[in-house]
């Protein structure tokens, strides 16, 4: 969940070596089977880290399957509050700049590769987020936003957000709608 650019940082809040922590978090991954630079697996384990405690379930009683990190249980992000929440924190976004975002955030945040599939270079693509995180008053550059984002975006989506869907105007040309 921290990733490799945050590291130096997490070492040093945590009072560990960069490489203790490297691979801690190789362990985590291993142990929790999930793909822990992942933007779903990020905004998963946020809810997770952020709900709260509840009493203990009996050993033998849960009666589901084992969780998975990279699914949530249906209809978790389908209440009113949630809505509300993820309205208020992603609407408005032009359409363009909510595909951007959502394919910047499937990107593990890396601009280069996001970029390549808008098929818009990169500094488009850094302006696009620049306005983003203006309007929504965030800093993308932090991992908890980051994965907030990427649950409000999933839980206001009406459609896919597909970097085919983005406007264009002949060859690489981006046109507003």
Do not use: K
């Amino acid at each position: 969940m921290v990733p490799h650019r945050l590291q130096p940082r997490a070492a040093a809040a945590l009072g560990l070596s960069a490489g203790t922590v490297r691979a801690r978090i190789r362990e985590l991954s291993r142990l929790l089977r999930a793909d822990l630079e992942d933007a779903t697996v990020q905004a998963h384990l946020l809810l997770v880290l952020r709900a709260p405690a509840s009493a203990e379930i009996p050993e033998g009683e849960t009666g589901a399957a084992p969780a998975r990190l990279e699914t949530l249980p249906d209809g978790i992000l389908d209440t009113e509050a949630v809505r509300a929440w993820a309205h208020g924190l992603v609407g408005g976004l032009e359409p363009h700049l909510r595909i951007a975002l959502a394919c910047w955030l499937d990107h593990h945040a890396r601009t280069a590769p996001a970029a390549a599939e808008l098929h818009v270079h990169r500094t488009t693509l850094s302006n696009w987020l620049a306005q983003c995180a203006e309007h929504l008053a965030q800093n993308l550059g932090d991992a908890t936003v980051r994965a907030e984002v990427h649950l409000a975006l999933r839980a206001t989506r009406t459609g896919p957000d597909d970097p085919a869907a983005l406007p264009r105007r002949g060859g690489r040309t981006y046109r507003r709608l």
